[in-house]
Structure formats: structure tokens, C-alpha cells
């Protein structure tokens, strides 16, 4: 509390004009969008064969897409395996990070291989997995997880790994179980780093699933887009080029959301 | 040397330990699924041997270098403008952001249909991918910077080259290596991505082959080979980025 000593004084002082939400934040978003659009749509006109998207085309594509069965089969394919393979991710990753978090020689064991997996394009992976699991949904979802699952293991094992001392003296003091200093404690501290290893993951899962739709050419958003721009439909590809930034646009902004809406405690680096 | 060898045991044994699991588990399965880690290095050494290796290894670093290059010497100019005047960083920050959330690689289809398949495509894939981490944690930077900081500057009448030296740079120099750093990891995906789905080349042409073949022992030593190049690049990665936020801590 102290800190608000500091603090006030200087906010009042640097408090020119309202901070978010207002016309000066607007305005030059909208007339940069409008720029962007119109640059986008002469150009193309001026420039580029008729097939290429752009704005106007892709706006009347959007009612026919939308209602459009291929793309809603697609749409849900890709998204079931993705949520999936997210969730799967989830419970493993969290399971592991922990566990690599609270044990230093389990850490020292697997840390070099975790570090090492991330580190590999997860691209790579793909001729692989198609060996291992064939030109199926299957090699899409084990894509997926293995897009996402390193992700999550690192964030949670420095979740894990930065849970103040204080607090696991006070619950040794008061003879805590291991559970429940695993469920009360250790978890909910590192919630926002699982958060923000979520964020990472599901981008990374998306690209996953796309790739994976491209290489083995099964159903899904990420093919509809290559099927539909082979066959000079670019208009209509690029709602679902939008649809996937929709997506990942979607999830930042959950993740953002719930961090300062459930854990207002919790600041990234040093900037308020 | 005592406590070097505690230090380092548990590394040798966790890799030694993870060699011998991978023999063993690529002795009992099929040569078509799996193979093992001994066989992965005779395999290793006769692409190197054969050359096809190292002219996979030229190609495929050409074209990540340009890409790179490219997008490290547009994102970091162009986040350092948008750090400095506010109502452009305004009005553009949400479609940074917006292009920075969306997987790039669902461009690629469109590429490749405008462009065929050149260096240049593969160029402008790469370029895609690093370019917009190093543009978002620029201005992301350059939101950090507090007013208060270009107002003490202001009032004791800084030049405007003085206050990019010791205000601009310093704060957003090390937001902007967090971008690069994670520009250097998206961009070996955008390398391999641009590799696999436009014209076959490099390192991803040496895996496709190899799968194509049923050269399960190719694909395994192609998987390790950039593998160590991720982690390699990765770690070059870590270490520009620490070095250019030491001064904050």
C-alpha cells in the first residue's frame, strides 16, 4: 500500500488526457483501417489479376461462406481438433510443469529435452507423424499437441517454480498436505503463467492445425483455404484466412481479459 | 571440479538416459516406423558425406538469412517511428497486434498461387512470419516508455537525436530482442513451412524426400539436424536478448 504514495503524484502529473477508450484512440484507428482497405482494394484492382481478394469481393463472400455447409464441416473440424488437443495439452502440460516446478531432479532430468522440443519448428514433425499415424485426423491432432504441449510445460514449470517461499513455510507450518498445498497454493499461484502459456499454445496449435490440413489434405478450415485458392477463390479463402485471425485475435484478448479481470494481482513486467 | 561434475552429471545422465531409451525403443519397433538413435547417425553421415546435406544446409539458410534480415530491418525502423509518434502508433497498434495473433501460414496458399514458386515467395513467407513479432514487442516498448521520462528530457531542452540515444533506444531496445528472439523461431518455421509448400528446396525438401522414400532413418536425422539448428538459434536468441536487457535489472 505504500506504493500508492508514490504513484499518485506522478499519474496527476502525467494525466494530460484520458487513457483508453476515447476519441483520440478512435479515430486515428478507424482512418488507418480505412487507409489499409482502400490501398488494399486499388491496388489490387489496378495491379493484380481479377481472382486475387480483395475487400469488396471478400465482403460479398462472407454472407455466401458463412452459410456456406463445406465451410461450417470444415470450420467445426478444425476447431473440435484444435479445443481437443488444447484441452489434452492442458491437463499433461500442467501435470508435467508442476511436477518440473516443485522437483529439482525431475526438472534436471527432462528440462533439456523440453527447451530442446520447443525449440523445433513443430513443422518438422509432420512427415513423421504422417509416417506414424497415417494421412489422417489422427496425425493432425497429435500435431496439434505436440505444437502446444512444450508451450505450456515451460510456463507452468516457471509457475511452479516462483510460488513465494513464504507462503510454503506458512502451509508447512500449519502442516499442510501435499494436495492441498498442490491445489491451494501452487496452482492458483501459477495460474497467470498457465494462462500465459495458454495464449502461447493455442496460437501455436492453430498454426498446427492449418499446417497439418495443408500437408495432409484433410478437411478442415486450413484446406478450405488451399482448396478454394487453387481454384481462384480467393475471396472466399480469405474469410477463413479471417475466421483463423478471428480466432487467434479472440483467444489474446480472453486470455488478456482474465488475467486482469481474475487476477488483478498479477502484473507483466513493469508496465501497469 | 567437484561441484563442476555435480552440476553437470544430471545433464550427461538425462541425455545419455534419453540416447539409450530412443535405441532401444528404435531396435524394438519396425525400421519402417522408428528407427534407432545409432542407426540415425550412420544415416547422418552418409548425407553429410553424399554433399546433399550441406547444399540443403546453404539453401536453406539463404533463405532464412534474407527473410530475417529483411524483417529485423523493417520491424525494428518501423516500431521505433511508431514509438515516437503517438497518434500513428495509435491508429496502427490494433492491426499489429491483429496481424501478429493470425497464423501466417494460411497465407501461403495465396502466395503461392500469386507468385509460383521462386526464391522470392519463399522470401516473402519468412518475412511474414518474423516480421510482425518484432514490430509488436517494438511498440509494445515504446508504450512502456513513461511520459514523465520525455518530459524530463523536454524540459532540459534535449535535442531530438539525444532523446532517441538515451530515452527512445534504451527502453525499447530490449522489447524489441524479445520480438527478435521470437522472430528467430517463427521464422525457421516459415522457413520450413515455405520449404514443404512452395517450391521444395533445403532442408525441407532433404525430410520430404526422405518420407517420400520411406527412409524413415533420413527423416530421423533430417528431425535432428534441425532440431539442433532450432535450439542453437535459440539460445543465440536467449542471449541477444539478455544482453540487450541487462542494463534493467
Known amino acids: ?272 | 571440479m567437484h561441484h563442476a561434475l555435480r552440476r553437470h552429471a544430471p545433464f550427461w545422465l538425462s541425455i545419455f538416459a534419453g540416447l539409450a531409451i530412443w535405441e532401444v525403443a528404435g531396435r524394438s519397433t519396425s525400421a519402417a516406423f522408428m528407427v534407432p538413435f545409432t542407426t540415425t547417425l550412420v544415416r547422418l553421415w552418409q548425407l553429410v558425406v553424399s554433399g546433399g546435406f550441406f547444399t540443403a544446409l546453404l539453401d536453406s539458410s539463404e533463405l532464412f538469412l534474407t527473410g530475417f534480415v529483411l524483417a529485423v530491418a523493417v520491424g525494428l525502423p518501423v516500431g521505433l517511428l511508431l514509438a515516437r509518434v503517438r497518434i500513428l502508433r495509435v491508429g496502427v497498434e490494433p492491426y499489429i497486434m491483429t496481424l501478429y495473433a493470425t497464423p501466417m501460414v494460411a497465407l501461403i496458399p495465396f502466395i503461392l498461387s500469386m507468385m509460383g514458386f521462386g526464391f522470392a515467395p519463399k522470401v516473402l513467407v519468412v518475412f511474414l512470419f518474423a516480421v510482425f513479432p518484432v514490430l509488436y514487442n517494438t511498440v509494445e516498448g515504446a508504450r512502456s516508455i513513461k511520459p514523465e521520462l520525455i518530459e524530463v528530457a523536454k524540459s532540459f531542452r534535449s535535442s531530438e537525436w539525444a532523446l532517441w540515444r538515451e530515452v527512445m533506444l534504451p527502453y525499447t531496445l530490449p522489447y524489441t530482442m524479445t520480438g527478435v528472439r521470437q522472430a528467430i523461431g517463427r521464422a525457421l518455421v516459415g522457413m520450413i513451412a515455405a520449404e514443404f509448400f512452395l517450391s521444395s528446396t533445403g532442408l525441407g525438401q532433404l525430410i520430404m524426400i526422405a518420407s517420400q522414400n520411406f527412409d524413415t532413418g533420413g527423416v530421423f536425422a533430417s528431425i535432428l539436424i534441425i532440431g539442433l539448428i532450432g535450439v542453437g538459434l535459440m539460445r543465440l536468441g536467449l542471449m541477444l536478448e539478455q544482453h540487450f536487457a541487462r542494463w534493467r535489472q
Open chain 1, 1 to 272: 500500500m505504500s506504493e500508492t504514495a508514490v504513484t499518485i503524484p506522478v499519474s496527476v502529473a502525467s494525466a494530460r488526457k484520458p487513457w483508453r477508450f476515447t476519441d483520440s484512440m478512435i479515430v486515428p484507428r478507424v482512418i488507418v483501417g480505412i487507409v489499409i482497405l482502400l490501398i488494399w482494394e486499388f491496388a489490387v484492382r489496378a495491379l493484380a489479376p481479377a481472382y486475387v481478394a480483395k475487400p469488396t469481393g471478400v465482403v460479398l463472400a462472407i454472407p455466401k461462406v458463412l452459410t456456406d455447409p463445406v465451410f461450417l464441416k470444415a470450420t467445426g473440424e478444425t476447431m473440435a481438433s484444435v479445443a481437443q488437443g488444447l484441452g489434452i495439452t492442458l491437463i499433461f502440460g500442467t501435470i508435467i510443469g508442476v511436477w518440473m516446478g516443485r522437483s529439482l531432479t525431475f526438472d534436471r532430468a527432462i528440462r533439456h529435452y523440453i527447451n530442446g522440443f520447443n525449440a523445433i519448428p513443430m513443422i518438422v514433425v509432420l512427415p513423421l507423424f504422417s509416417l506414424w499415424f497415417g494421412y489422417s485426423g489422427y496425425t493432425r491432432f497429435a500435431t496439434i499437441i505436440f505444437a502446444a504441449i512444450f508451450a505450456i510445460i515451460m510456463n507452468v514449470a516457471d509457475g511452479a517454480r516462483s510460488v513465494p517461499r513464504e507462503y510454503l513455510e506458512v502451509s508447512r507450518s500449519f502442516r499442510a498436505g501435499r494436495l492441498s498445498v498442490l491445489l491451494g497454493i501452487v496452482l492458483p499461484a501459477s495460474l497467470p503463467y498457465i494462462l500465459a502459456g495458454v495464449r502461447l499454445a493455442a496460437g501455436r496449435a492453430l498454426i498446427g492445425a492449418v499446417v497439418a490440413e495443408f500437408f495432409l489434405s484433410i478437411g478442415g478450415v486450413g484446406y478450405y483455404i488451399l482448396y478454394n485458392s487453387r481454384s481462384y477463390h480467393h475471396n472466399e479463402a480469405f474469410v477463413g484466412v479471417l475466421l483463423l485471425a478471428g480466432f487467434g485475435v479472440g483467444f489474446e484478448l480472453l486470455v488478456n481479459w482474465s488475467i486482469r479481470r481474475f487476477m488483478p494481482w498479477y502484473r507483466r513486467g513493469d508496465n501497469s
